[in-house]
Every structure is written in C-alpha cells, then in structure tokens.
C-alpha cells in the first residue's frame, strides 16, 4: 500500500504597491507575458532543518533591496538578517541559529507586516528511498500511472515527489487516486498553484522561477536524504539498459549524472489525444532532446542547487554525462501550454522501427507485464534485454 504524505506550499507575497522587475527587456518578451509574470512573491516555503531556516524565493532581482530593509523575528526575537544566495531563476535565504517557534514575522520598512508558518523538513519521509521528482500541471492521469508504473517498474523507483502547479482538469484526491495502485512506497503529493512564469522571445525561460523554486523546495523538504533522486518529465520516458540509473549515479564518481533524449513524434495522419505507444516517429534529421538527470542526494554534489537540466554552474557535466543511457521524449504527450502544435514538427517524419519495438515491448497490447513483486530491490538490478535505443 502506497503512503501519502499531502503538502499544501505556503506563499508570502510582498507589500501592496511594490512589484519585482522584469528580468527582460520589453522587446524580450512573449505573448502574453505580463499575464503570465510573477510580480509578487516575496518567496515560497520557510523551512526548518535543525536551527536553520531556509527560504525558497523567486529570483529576488530588485525584492533583494526588500529583503536587506524588512525585520525578521521568531516568537518576538530578531533573528537578524539572512544570507542570500542568488541563483539563475530563484534564490535562496538562510538563517542560522533561530529559536524555536510556529511562525516568522515580517516587519516592512513601510510599517507593513506579514506573518508565515514555519514547516519542519519532512527528511525522514523518503530517507534512502530511490525516488522520482515531477513538476506538473493538468497532465492526463493516464500519462502520469503510465510514466511513472513503467520507472517502478524498470529503475526500482520507490519514492515519488510530485509537485501539482494548480491543476484545473483533476484535483488532488484524483491524483492520489492514480497514484495509488503503481507499486511505489511513498509519494508526496505537493500543491503549489502559484504563477510559472512566462515562456519569452530572448532570453526563453529566464523568468520561470516557479521551476527550479520548486525543485529546490523538493530537496530542502523532502529529498536531501532519499537514497536517489531522478529529475525527469511526465512526457519522458527511461529506456531501461541493464543497470538502474540510481545504480548509475551511485556508482559514478561524483553521484550525479545526466543522460540525453531522443525527440519522437506521433503518426503525422494521428490525432490527439495521444499515448506514449503512438510515439514511434523521428524527424530527419533527428533532434535531441535537452538532458535528465539522478543524483545521489547524500553524496558529494548534494548541496548544489538543482535545474531541470543541470545543477547549478556544473562545470564537470561533461564528464558526468551517461552516453549509452537515452530516454523518450514523447512530443504528443502535452498539454500544450509551451507550443500547443510541437507534435507538428516542419521537418519530415519517418518512422522509428526501434522506438516501435520499444513501445510494443512495454506498453502494447502483447507487452510482457512485469511483476512488482520482482522489479529491482534494493542492490539490484533490473533490465529490459534488447530495447537500449540507436
């Protein structure tokens, strides 16, 4: 029976009448955009681990000289003010040795105030636990069990983090429900329904500070100590090639590694909605797509900030990159919301015989099931013979 742990994120906006600045200029941004903008998040979550407190924010930009002037207490006690780290698309604020108490309080040059609780860090949750993180929103339920039953499945995953954007087409209890019967431990099902930010002309996806936000919200709250983290996309799917990709990270040398993507695309002649099994098309050329990644979370890059495709200002990605390990990424399996016809590319499409043996292997109709009860166990591996992609 799979354990749930809910977690509603907390939200601390900044006083009436300030705004954060853009991080592009006008003639940098998309359509839409302003809409679409994160004006007014101070920050997310005050988290305590120990006597520290860590506070995960969108990038600060102009909110930083906010931050230098507001008063900061606990139970009535200063507790000074906090080291900032800025980051590419979010920051981080910490304090050390504060006192004990429910709440922090925020007191504004202005004379305004703003009270938020303070949430202890859920470590032991998932602790040693190989777990996958995903941020979403409004994916199809089928898309989300069939993704994640295949990861339990082939890489042992045992854990879940799953970060819900405010999703419109399920709720939450629909989501547990969906999650329930795919053979993982434990999941925790986390609601953040706060602004994502804009997709924009140049640069593309500086302003979308809810995801790394969000991401880094994941390891302070939940996953600094699970056995294995895997950063990965409902649309995205992990070819197994004989040896678990924690298995992977736990053996490199730095517990971290990435691995490359292979774009696929429905029939040119189908129609949405789409499964994963319909992906068995390549553009051609073919096109890669950006990089995932495991890490080891207790290992030696386990205090780097994470990114959808990196760590932070990783410079040794090039040595830490998997070159035989490729995953799926199915185009069809979309919401729509960056580019609601990408399943349409302008190149011409051809069809991918591997990618449809692939698919027939794991998801058809003749799929050889696999069962839990045997998928890999701690210190084990489990491997699909044959379907390592060209």
Request: charged share 25%; hydrophobic share 35%; proline share 7%.
């Amino acid at each position: 029976m799979t354990e749930f742990l809910l977690h509603d994120v907390t939200r601390t906006v900044a006083p009436e009448g300030i705004r954060r600045d853009r991080a592009v200029s006008k003639r940098g941004m998309g359509d839409g955009s302003e809409a679409k903008y994160d004006f007014d998040t101070l920050f997310y979550e005050v988290i305590r681990q120990g006597t520290d407190l860590h506070i995960v924010a969108p990038r600060l930009l102009n909110f930083g000289r906010l931050v230098k002037r507001t008063r900061f207490s606990v139970g009535g006690r200063d507790i000074g003010r906090p080291k900032v780290r800025n980051f590419y698309r979010h920051s981080i604020l910490r304090f050390a040795n504060v006192p004990v108490g429910p709440s922090l309080t925020l007191g504004f040059p202005d004379g305004q105030t703003a009270e938020t609780p303070i949430r202890d860090a859920r470590l032991d949750f998932l602790e040693g636990l190989d777990c996958e993180l995903i941020l979403s929103k409004n994916d199809d339920l089928n898309w989300i069990a069939d993704h994640l039953r295949f990861h339990v499945a082939t890489q042992g995953v045992e854990g879940l983090v799953f970060i819900d954007n405010g999703s419109t087409r399920h709720s939450v209890d629909d989501l547990r429900t969906a999650l329930s019967d795919i053979g993982l431990k434990k999941v925790a099902l986390v609601s953040m329904p706060y602004p994502f930010g804009p997709l924009n002309r140049r640069p593309r996806n500086i302003e979308l500070y809810l995801q790394t936000a969000a991401y880094n919200l994941a390891r302070l709250m939940f996953l600094q100590r699970a056995g294995g983290a895997l950063c990965m996309d409902v649309d995205e799917i992990l070819v197994p090639d004989g040896t678990s990709i924690f298995d992977r990270a736990r053996a490199s040398r730095f517990g971290f590694v990435t691995f490359g993507g292979l774009n696929r695309y429905p029939d040119p002649h189908a129609e949405p909605p789409f499964r994963f099994t319909d992906h068995a098309w390549s553009t051609t050329p073919p096109k890669d797509a950006p990089d995932d990644w495991c890490i080891v979370p207790t290992g030696p890059l386990g205090s780097m900030q994470w990114r959808c495709h990196n760590l932070e200002n990783n410079l040794l990605r090039p040595f830490q990159r998997l070159k035989q390990t490729k995953f799926y990424h199915c185009l069809g399996i979309t919401t729509g919301w960056k580019n609601a016809t990408r399943f349409r590319p302008d190149a011409p499409l051809q069809k991918d015989e591997h990618a449809a043996r692939f698919w027939e292997d794991t998801f058809g109709p003749t799929a050889k099931k696999i069962d839990p009860a045997v998928r890999r166990q701690p210190g084990r591996n489990t491997a699909v013979k044959g379907l390592t992609p060209r």
